[in-house]
């Protein structure tokens, strides 16, 4: 893998942080608030490369001569490694602790993992399904349907990597 040496980059779902407080305040997420400021200044303290950013069970094809394809480049960017791989742990384990574990552990025996990576990549991950959150708050306060249906499933993604981060 090659690493970039770059400023961050944002997908297209990006949120800015006063648009975030300002959608999760005064609603039962707000109590996210901090946990998204914390992972703002994380990200500036692991190795950072170009990253799919949206790695899932629905994002792979399996076609009948073998090779796997990836779909969905919609939020490829410049971002941090391990929020990226413990997004595709968390997405591919269905959220089970053991299966999370057990991906991240094949993960560092291929890309062993820094200091930085280990202390702060489940923060990075909260942050990022909590401003995928708030990003379908800000779609819907535009009149933009389109993503509601996914609100439950990252609020629970959300609530779920919070309690692993105590």
Do not use: C
């Amino acid at each position: 893998m090659i690493t970039v040496k770059a400023p961050l980059t944002r997908p297209p779902l990006f949120v800015p942080a006063p648009d975030i407080h300002r959608l999760l305040a005064g609603t039962d997420l707000e109590e996210f608030l901090p946990i998204v400021a914390e992972a703002d200044k994380a990200q500036n303290h692991v190795p950072t490369a170009l990253v799919h950013n949206d790695l899932h069970q629905d994002n792979f094809i399996f076609p009948v001569n073998g090779k796997v394809l990836l779909i969905d480049f919609e939020s490829f960017s410049h971002n941090p490694i391990i929020a990226d791989a413990m997004f595709a742990a968390f997405r591919l384990s269905a959220g089970i602790p053991e299966g999370f574990d057990t991906f991240m552990e094949a993960y560092a025996a291929i890309r062993p993992l820094d200091e930085s990576e280990k202390e702060l990549g489940l923060l990075l991950l909260a942050g990022d399904f909590i401003r995928k959150l708030a990003f379908i708050l800000k779609e819907k306060e535009a009149g933009n349907d389109a993503f509601v249906a996914d609100y439950e499933k990252y609020r629970e993604f959300a609530r779920t990597t919070v309690s692993w981060l105590k």
